[in-house]
Every structure is written in C-alpha cells, then in structure tokens.
C-alpha cells in the first residue's frame, strides 16, 4: 500500500494510470478490514491508522531536489508550481475515483465496495496533501525532522492543524507519536475529508467532476493556509536563523 499511495503522489499521471493505481489501492484496502469500514468510529480509527502507516513511504524532496526539478524558479514560484501540481493530483484522484464508481455502480451493487473506495480516495488525497507539506517546509526554511517516526508525526500534525511545525515552540510533539489530542485533531480532519469525498458515488460521472472540483479546491485552501504560516514564522525568526529539528 505504501508503494502504491507514493506513485500516487507523482507530479504528472497519466488519468489511466491515475485510476489503474486507485483501483489497485481499494483493492489493497479490503484486505486491511473491509467490516470495519461499515461503522462510523471505526472507519475514522482505519483510516487514521491507515495514513499513519502510509505517511514514511510519502516521498517528500528535499530542497537542493526540488531545485533540480524546477529550474529556474524562486521560493514563491516554486511553491506555486507545486502546489498547482498537487492540486492537480488530488483533482485527478476525485476524477479517477468517480470513474471507479461508475464502472463499479454499473456492473454489480456495490453497496459493500463503496466505503472501500472513499476511505482509499482519501487516503491517496491526505498523501499528496502531505507530500506538498513536507515540501513547502522545505521551500520555506523550516524542513521536518529527520528520522521515520518524527518526520512521521510532523507531517500529520501539520496536515491535522493545517499550521507549519514550529521548532521554536516547546512541547510541540515532533519528537515523539502521536499523542490523544493530535490523534483526535487528526480523525476530526479526516472525517470531513471523508464527508466530502461522498460526492465520488454520484450518479455517472457527475460524482467525478464534484469530487475533482472539491478536492482541488481543498488542497490549494490547505496550501495557502500553511504557506501563511510558514512565511510568518520566517519573519519572526531569530538573528541567528532556525534552530535544527531533533
């Protein structure tokens, strides 16, 4: 499933391989609790768990990478473009998830598969999310912490809170897992990303053009919020710059 979901997170799919890696992560997802998926609290926990899991095989560049990849382009230009690209990812994982659910709604009832295909849907959306985060952390000088489980715990933080990891603040929890108010933080998120991406189970293909219009719509809202954050906590470093994450 990691694999999966960071292919998934590629600038630039094609809309066949898009669907074809979606298709492949809803299969992944059955085998990793399909009842579960039928009760509300239940669900929130897998998925939770789920993007927890998937979260260290996010593949987040670093910012000599990203130099490399986007010639030519200053900081703010180079956060536009990705977050455009990422914005455009998570619209193509509404589209291909709508197509999943025509092609499904139309050959069987899939009442039991459509819980399966949402809680993937927004699996794959929360982990681009979470690559265009770890990226403009990078882009505006506050990288995350090294180190799978506090790079791990970082990244859904500030996905959960939509806010930058700031260093300067103690206690902030980077080093360690998530605690009960972060997790809570998180699945309260995740519900409404859930909700929203019921729109994918619309009649036809009208689903797919909703979901795609929201996700987009969501990603760069994320994006712009955090980019606030990060250029504020830029501005009110100290004369000797930002200290090193543990």
């Given at each position: 499933m990691g694999a999966t979901v960071a292919a998934l997170t590629a600038d630039d799919i094609a809309p066949a391989r898009r669907r074809q890696l979606l298709t492949r992560l809803v299969g992944q997802a059955r085998g990793r609790g399909l009842g579960d998926l039928f009760k509300p609290r239940s669900a929130l926990r897998w998925m939770a768990d789920t993007v927890a899991d998937v979260a260290p095989h996010v593949p987040v560049r670093d910012l000599a990478t990203l130099r490399l990849h986007f010639p030519g382009l200053d900081d703010e230009a180079l956060a536009d473009r990705l977050v455009r690209n990422a914005a455009r990812a998570t619209a193509g994982v509404g589209a291909a998830g709508g197509g999943v659910a025509a092609v499904e709604w139309a050959v069987a009832p899939t009442l039991l598969s459509a819980p399966v295909l949402l809680a993937a849907e927004t699996v794959a959306v929360v982990s681009i999310e979470l690559k265009l985060i770890g990226e403009l952390h990078e882009i505006y000088g506050a990288p995350l912490p090294t180190g799978t489980t506090p790079r791990t715990v970082a990244l859904l933080q500030s996905w959960a809170s939509q806010r930058g990891i700031n260093p300067m603040v103690p206690g902030a929890g980077v080093g360690a897992v998530l605690g009960t108010a972060a997790r809570k933080e998180?699945?309260?998120?995740?519900?409404?990303?859930?909700?929203?991406?019921?729109?994918?189970?619309?009649?036809?293909?009208?689903?797919?053009?909703?979901?795609?219009?929201?996700?987009?719509?969501?990603?760069?809202?994320?994006?712009?919020?955090?980019?606030?954050?990060?250029?504020?906590?830029?501005?009110?470093?100290?004369?000797g710059g930002r200290p090193a994450l543990p």
């Open positions: 998180l699945r309260d998120t995740l519900l409404k990303r859930f909700g929203r991406n019921l729109t994918t189970l619309g009649p036809f293909l009208t689903g797919a053009a909703v979901a795609s219009y929201l996700n987009r719509r969501a990603t760069r809202s994320l994006a712009d919020q955090l980019r606030r954050d990060l250029r504020k906590q830029r501005r009110e470093l100290p004369p």
